[in-house]
């Protein structure tokens, strides 16, 4: 095993029964978690990236069948924040220090690129010194360049797994993996940042499909890789299954880490929805960016992509306070600069 690591650390290629093996190899956590730190803070030191969240709507034409937005569930409750809002919201978060943001929801018919375009103008007018990162699924390639000359920053768009027909059980046609791969290279192509990821665990998810997904991370070389485990939602036709295993998330955050040390990882909200300490354990692997809810909390909880998920207190300021007391007793520095990706 230490020969495939010392691989990974080497660079060379590795090949998909490799990856396999890796992933399948509790013993050596212990191993990977350290070198993973070591190699993030050659890079990154011990800083820890917040980017303030900003979930603007609810409402998404698509039915992944594993989200609790998805269009089929008539049970969520829906909402969209105002253009407006939208800025308030940003606002807020960088009155109290935030320089970069996210801003995330489902593939909302209403928000059309022109209506993006603006939001994203209007944002960036008013704090040029701000990171922006969307997060709202597949688009055209001239979408996807308009919004990038408007002023968006990245882009975060996971793949959600690699391989064709796993895809297919997660996603009912007319998405399809290739389209979401095509979207990938052309963000790339476009200069924005780009972030693909997965879920760890997701119904018919196995070390293969996740052998596959870090071929794949290997080939794009995106900027962020964003990794949290499958969490089951009561309203999807995956509200039965198993979640997805906290552990082996944060292999595979160590793994990806290893495979490129200048990666953006976030330690997912999902993971600290699995497991108290889990975002905590995701830094302890070698995750580096963290991203605080700045939702207004009258909508937040309507945000529900599966069940439990972590909603922290009602007052940003005070929940930075917290989180940032957390960080440093731990050792980390946390940082609400634009965080960009070190080349
Ligand atoms: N609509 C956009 C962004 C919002 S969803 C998109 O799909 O890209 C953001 C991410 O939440 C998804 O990429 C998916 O990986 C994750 N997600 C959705 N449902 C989930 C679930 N049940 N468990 C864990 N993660 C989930
Ligand atoms: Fe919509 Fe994204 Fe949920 Fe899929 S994962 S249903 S695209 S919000």
């Known amino acids: 095993m230490n020969e495939l690591i010392s691989k990974l650390l080497e660079n060379e290629d590795i090949s998909l029964s490799e990856w396999e093996m890796l992933i399948s190899d509790e013993s050596s956590d212990e191993l990977l978690f350290s070198l993973s730190r070591e190699k993030r803070e050659a890079v990154y030191g011990r800083s820890v990236f917040l980017r303030g969240l900003v979930e603007f709507t609810s409402f998404c034409s698509n039915d992944c069948r594993y989200c609790g937005l998805r269009r089929s569930n008539r049970n969520a409750e829906r909402y969209r924040l105002r253009e407006d809002e939208i800025l308030q919201t940003i606002e807020k978060g960088h009155e109290i220090g935030f320089r970069s943001f996210v801003l995330q929801g489902g593939e909302d018919p209403y928000f059309t690129t022109e209506r993006m375009y603006r939001i994203l103008k209007d944002i960036k007018n008013t704090f040029p010194d701000s990171a922006l990162t969307l997060s709202i699924g597949e688009l055209s390639e001239d979408s996807y360049r308009s919004l990038k000359e408007a002023g968006a920053d990245r882009y975060l768009l996971r793949h959600e797994t690699a391989d064709s027909e796993h895809y297919r059980v997660l996603h009912p046609e007319p998405m399809s993996l290739e389209n979401r791969m095509n979207c990938l290279y052309t963000l790339k192509k476009l200069g924005y940042q780009t972030g693909a990821g997965m879920m760890v665990g997701s119904p018919g998810s196995s070390f293969r499909t996740l052998a596959e997904d870090m071929i794949f991370i290997s080939k794009l070389k995106p900027e962020m890789v964003g990794i949290g485990p499958f969490i089951p939602h009561h309203d999807t036709p995956f509200r039965a299954e198993k979640r997805g295993s906290v552990s082996l998330t944060l292999r595979l955050i160590a793994l990806t880490r290893l495979l490129n040390p200048h990666i953006m990882l976030p330690s997912t909200t999902a993971l600290g929805t699995a497991d108290e300490e ?42 930075l306070e917290i989180l940032k007391s957390e960080l440093g007793e731990a050792g980390y520095i946390p940082l609400l600069t634009r965080g960009d990706y070190i080349l």
């Open 278 to 319: 889990g975002q905590l354990k995701g830094l302890e692997a070698g995750a580096n960016v963290i991203m605080p809810n700045l939702t207004p909390l009258y909508v937040r909880k309507k945000y529900l992509l599966y069940d439990n998920k972590k909603i922290s207190g009602d007052e940003a300021a005070e929940n």
